[in-house]
Each structure stands twice: as C-alpha cells, then as structure tokens.
C-alpha cells in the first residue's frame, strides 16, 4: 500500500454515459478533451487542474456525509457527466488508455477501483449463495437434542454467531463442514482447486472459532493445523497457493451466483484509492505484486445473519446443521 517507482501512463478514459460514448483524453499540455467516441468531435477542453478542483470539491462532500450539493451535481454536469458510475455485470469501473513504458505497450484495459475512503471496499461479496452448512454431532455422531438447540439458538449478544459456536464446541459438539448450498458456488471453487471448497469452509470456521479473519493469519494457521493431510515435508505451499488464487480470481470476476468460465473481466488490475486520497495502482504487469497486495490486505468479516439467512442451528432428515457466511474484505 505504498508507492514505488514502477507506474504506468494514464492516457485517456473511455465512458459511457447516458446512451453517449466519451473519451477523456489527457493531452501533453495538461489539457482533458472530452472527444465524442463515436465521431472523434471534441466537445469541450478543460484545463486538468479544473478537474483537481471538482475532485477536492467531491472529496469534501464525501469525508462531510452530507450527501451532494445540487450545485456540485450541476458542476459535475458542465463536464458531459450524467451517471455516477458506467453499469456492469462484470467488476470493471473504468476503462483507460495506458501506456506501459516498461514494455513500450499502449492498450486499453479495464480496472476494478476499491476506495478505503469510506469503509473498507468488499473483494468478494456475500449473499445467500456463500452459505456453507456445517454438521453438528454429538460424541456418539447424534444430531443435537433439542434443549440444546433451543439454547444455541436463543443467543442473542453482539457477537451471537461466535458465540453460539463457541457454545457447541463447550457442550461438546463437533461441528464440521458438510456441503454448500449453493451448487454453482461450490462448482465455482472445484474449478480453481477441487480442495478449495473444503480448504474455504475450515478457514470460515476458524473466523467464527478463533476470531482469526487476516489471510495471513488465517494462511499460517491451517498451514500449521494441515486439515488437509498435504505432504508439507518439502515446503510446498499448498494452502498459500490456493488461498492466494481464491482472492486473485474473486478479483478478477468470479462470483458466487454466475458460473465461472475462468475468463477475467478485469485485465488491467485494481486502482487503489487510499484514505489519504492518494491512488495506487496494481496492475497485472507485475503479477506477483498483484497476488501479495491480495495476501496481505484480505481478511475474513461477516455479513447481516438475517439477510443472509445463516447463524441458526436447525434439523434437517434426523441431522442437525447450522449455515456460517463470509465475505472478503481488502
């Protein structure tokens, strides 16, 4: 999360807006033309250091959470802007012109932008679909009885979800991963690693156990536990390597709800807005300063138990289950 000497040149940025197609191109003098994409006509030129000013202007109006002013809003418009962000199906914000001057390459590429100006910006997002259901067992593999899970169930302090696995485990049940709810979701998962959806599930359990929620923690201790039963005896790292490939593809496109085909939407990278305002840009250029910004900057949180519909003990066909979530924040 801080600045080197690499970069790449931000040549112009292509934008749909409101049925138009526009490019912002940035000219040597430090002069933004905003061209008509379709006929090359320039419709107006602004002066980049105008640009700075609406920018700062944005900026006060965000950190003040007092929503936009009608006269921003208006200023904004002067600039051919109608729409706050392009619509997308894929996790893509901006398109841009860069031009690589280590490699001499200009391309247009698309970029996912994550701003801690606010709170942290979610890498993989949570709903329904990112349940994973975990069976609940007594010493003699018996479902749960039912004083129990009505207790369990009956938990309602600040951290219930916690506390009520925490109040299995001290009643003496085992709770372990069973299956997902979603199919296309654990699909997803085999498709990058047929372990994964196990590997996933264990390190979830340890956020509602052990509190652990940073990818680094969470990589060193079931590295160190080994569910997996890997030969480690030669330094592989198998759970790094898999974890670390998890966030890069969630990066990249892939969602629990919409099959994975393994093509990236993103092939540019991820532009980093810091709280300081200052940008940083990850590109794929350098791949594997890509996938340690990923590693050290995820971690594990939890979203709403009652719109995702997980956190409760329940009985299915004689078995007992609960259904834990997650949601990757970076």
């Not at 002013?69 to 996790?91: D, P, R, W």
Request: glycine share 6%; with cysteine; charged share 20%.
């Amino acid at each position: 999360m801080e600045k080197t000497e690499s970069f790449v040149e931000l040549r112009s940025i292509f934008r749909k807006d409101g049925g138009n197609q526009l490019n912002f191109k940035i000219t040597s003098d430090r002069i933004i033309n905003i061209v008509d994409a379709i006929t090359g006509t320039i419709l107006m030129s602004i002066l980049q250091s105008q640009a700075g000013i609406v920018a700062d202007n944005i900026l006060i109006e965000l950190n003040g959470n007092s929503g936009t002013s009608e006269a921003l809003v208006a200023l904004i418009k002067n600039y051919q802007i109608t729409e706050v962000a392009k619509k997308t199906s894929g996790k893509g914000d901006i398109d841009i012109l860069i031009y690589d001057p280590i490699h001499g390459i200009s391309s247009n590429q698309e970029f996912s932008i994550k701003s801690f100006l606010g709170s942290d910006p979610t890498l993989f997002n949570a709903n329904m679909t990112t349940n994973i259901i975990y069976k609940i067992t007594d010493i003699n593999e018996n479902a749960i009885n039912p004083q129990h899970l009505k207790e369990i169930n009956s938990i309602t302090t600040r951290f219930k979800y916690i506390d009520r696995i925490g109040r299995l485990l001290e009643l003496g049940y085992k709770v372990e991963y069973y299956n997902y709810q979603d199919t296309t979701f654990k699909l997803n998962l085999q498709v990058i690693d047929s372990d994964l959806p196990k590997i996933l599930a264990h390190i979830v359990k340890y956020k509602y156990v052990n509190r652990i929620t940073k990818f680094t923690d969470i990589i060193n201790k079931i590295t160190a536990e080994n569910p997996m039963n890997y030969d480690l005896s030669q330094g592989h790292n198998f759970y790094d390597y898999r974890l670390v490939n998890f966030l890069v593809e969630a990066a990249m496109g892939m969602t629990s709800k919409k099959v994975w085909s393994g093509n990236y939407d993103i092939v540019g990278g991820i532009i980093i807005v810091k709280p300081n305002t200052e940008i940083l840009c990850y590109h794929l250029i350098d791949f594997n300063k890509f996938k340690q910004y990923l590693r050290k900057a995820s971690r594990l949180d939890n979203p709403s138990g009652s719109k995702m519909g997980y956190g409760q003990v329940y009985l299915e066909s004689g078995n007992s289950f609960i259904k834990l979530n997650f949601q990757v924040k970076a």
